[in-house]
């Protein structure tokens, strides 16, 4: 992947405000019913199961379908009771679940035909600087059948990326994919994520996406807002449904700072936070978002003077809910993030937990979100 400095370079992307929408939309039983606020910088998740109404939402943003409401991007307002801006003059680009590519043409075609919908004074990204963002050097002569999956996602977000979004909406784009080729795509999604200011909404139902590339959280539900704000928050509230699943646990933006080569660890800091991940990732000064699973984490009052666990960090109870039959969660501050610990309702009986206290949190294992 080349260095995404030529990306800035060629593309300034600069943000400002918030993007805001209200809708009222009722489709047989089915009723959206929406007010959301959300920074227009950063990749904005929402997250929910089939149904609730994500891929309706993101629909009515892009002007695809209409409903009652208003919207404004940034100070523009795209829709609202008098005005409603059709789709080809909203400044978007949209990814599908599917690739979507135009059958006839070569990859440069497909990548030609975003480019060219804007006015040259209006580019704000070279085609040569995506083609060699996106690695389609080797891939440009070729027809859409001709490419993988993976490569096929590669290139709809380099035709969207070309159209100089100032919003880019993703609607599932992994979720047609089959493990080998998502593991190729997420790491140009993780660039993306890091390197481009533009705001983004990503649409999607599964939580190892929303963990790794997210920065903000939108819970939708049953055609309804559930929640709204930071990604962490949402992650770890005790009163959401996040909390509760099997794979809870908590995200930490960090930096890398050193390799251990002969135990291969790399350590990472937060702060004044310092963790050691088993195996060797990224080079010292490069970021790493790392995932701690709530069943990971295991809680003492005193830091032992000889374990097994690597990490062991000062922390603060929040508080406490029920889990499943026999469990308990504990929500931890930790620096100035939060952590998740599941343990058994005996533990926190034995521990005398409450909130306040001040505890050792033991993390069995940290994992490259």
Same mark, same amino acid.
């Given at each position: ?44 998740? *929402? ?12 629909? *009515? ?23 409603? *801006? ?87 784009? *992994? ?195």
């Amino acid at each position: 992947m080349p260095s995404t400095g030529a990306w800035r370079r060629h593309a300034s992307c600069k943000a400002g405000g918030m993007i805001e929408a209200r809708f009222q939309s009722r489709l047989g039983a089915f009723t959206l019913d929406v007010d959301v606020s959300v920074p227009s910088r950063g990749v904005t998740a *929402l997250f929910g199961v089939s149904g609730s109404g994500k891929t309706t939402l993101l629909r *009515l943003i892009a002007g695809l379908d209409r409903a009652p409401g208003s919207l404004s991007v940034a100070g523009e307002v795209w829709q609202d009771a008098q005005h409603f *801006l059709p789709t080809h003059r909203r400044a978007l680009g949209y990814v599908f679940q599917e690739a979507s590519l135009f059958p006839h043409l070569s990859v440069r075609g497909n990548l030609e035909y975003g480019w060219k919908r804007v006015p040259a004074t209006e580019r704000r990204i070279g085609l040569e600087a995506v083609v060699d963002w996106l690695g389609l050097v080797p891939l440009l002569g070729r027809r859409s059948h001709q490419l993988s999956g993976g490569q096929r996602q590669r290139v709809a977000i380099g035709r969207a990326l070309l159209t100089s979004p100032r919003l880019l909406l993703m609607d599932e784009p *992994l979720s047609a994919l089959d493990a080998a080729s998502r593991a190729e795509i997420l790491p140009y999604l993780e660039s993306l994520h890091r390197e481009l200011d533009l705001p983004i909404l990503y649409v999607s139902h599964a939580l190892d996406e929303v963990s790794r590339l997210a920065d903000h959280l939108l819970l939708i539900d049953a055609g309804r807002i559930s929640y709204q704000g930071p990604l962490v928050d949402g992650l770890t509230r005790l009163d959401l449904p996040l909390a509760h699943r099997d794979v809870a646990g908590t995200v930490i933006d960090t930096t890398v700072v050193a390799h251990d080569p002969q135990f291969q660890l790399t350590r990472v800091t937060h702060r004044d936070l310092v963790l050691e991940l088993p195996g060797v990732f990224g080079a010292p000064g490069q970021p790493l978002r790392v995932r701690i699973a709530a069943r990971d984490v295991s809680l003492t009052l005193e830091r032992p003077s000889q374990t097994s666990i690597l990490n062991l960090l000062p922390a603060r109870v929040i508080e406490l809910a029920d889990d499943a039959p026999g469990q308990m969660l504990v929500r931890l501050a930790l620096a100035d993030t939060v952590l998740l610990a599941r343990i058994t309702r005996k533990s926190a009986h034995v521990l005398n937990l409450q909130p306040g206290m001040a505890v050792v949190a033991q993390v069995k294992s940290v994992a490259v979100a």
